[in-house]
């Protein structure tokens, strides 16, 4: 009988489980990552174990100085979340990316860029688009710089998006606390989401009002003098607590 079994089981074909790999939405089309000297970091989710990873760029393989998956929970739902670190490249693209697992997973990102990638972070002054500074038509006529990207979080939206999927609202009876787990779930950013305004975009007459307007003058400034694709990710909100700035140790101290 466990003969009949095992050859049974021969028989039978072998189950394989695809690993779908997405990367958070950061990561997306258009994108300029960092250039060396620093290792470039992709991430983002799979609902099955996506076991080991390679990487491609422009079809010529990349080694991964870092790899990392974490199983974690997602509404009641196990993802496994996982983060890779690329040996760093020089500035240039563009590029295609394909990340591949060893379960069958792939995920492509397009025209890519290396170069110098900066958060663009703060208060209203920070988030005032191109668009609401004085004599912005003017410029905006003279704006083509296609190696300048930017993408912006809607970072109020994001927050309301989380505060609605919380497991366990704040209970203001309970002096506006709530538990452990419900504060540490992101819940709208889970899978490494964020809510954006816009995806990556070229700095164009037809893109550029929407863009920070400090955060546009710097680029231009850093991308005509140091001469490398230039990335500006845009995360500022009217009226911040300098709190929201601070890492939690120092604010406890």
């Given amino acids: 009988m466990l003969g009949a079994m095992m050859l049974l089981a021969l028989c039978l074909p072998m189950l394989v489980i695809e690993a779908d790999l997405t990367p958070s939405n950061l990561i997306s089309d258009g994108i300029v990552l960092q250039r060396e000297p620093q290792a ?4 983002g989710y ?3 174990d996506p076991g080991r990873f390679t990487l491609h760029v422009s079809g010529t393989h990349v080694e991964l100085v870092r790899q990392y998956v974490e199983r974690t929970w997602h509404q009641d739902a196990l993802v496994f979340e996982w983060t890779l670190d690329m040996t760093p490249q020089p500035a240039g693209g563009p590029f295609e990316l394909l990340i591949e697992s060893e379960k069958g997973g792939k995920a492509e990102v397009r025209d890519v860029y290396f170069g110098d990638v900066f958060l663009c972070s703060g208060q209203s002054n920070m ?14 006529a003279s704006a083509s710089y296609p190696l300048i990207r930017f993408q912006t979080a809607d970072l109020v939206r994001d927050y309301a998006d989380r505060k609605a999927q919380a497991p366990n609202p704040v209970d203001p009876k309970d002096g506006g606390h709530t538990s452990r787990a419900s504060a540490d779930m992101p819940a ?11 995806a ?26 140091v001469k490398v694709p230039v990335g500006i990710s845009v995360a500022a909100v009217d009226g911040a607590a300098i709190q929201e700035f601070m890492e939690h140790p120092v604010i406890q101290q």
Wanted: a neutral charge; one cysteine or more.
């Fill in 127 to 140: 988030r005032m688009r191109l668009d609401e500074t004085s004599e912005y038509q003017q410029e905006l």
């Fill in 188 to 198: 709208a950013t889970s899978r490494g989401r964020v809510t954006l305004e816009n």
């Fill in 200 to 225: 990556w975009r070229k700095i164009s007459p037809e893109t550029a009002s929407s863009c920070s307007a400090v955060c546009y003058y710097f680029a231009r400034e850093v991308h005509l003098n």
């Fill in 40 to 43: 470039a970091r992709l991430w």
């Fill in 46 to 48: 799979s609902e099955q």
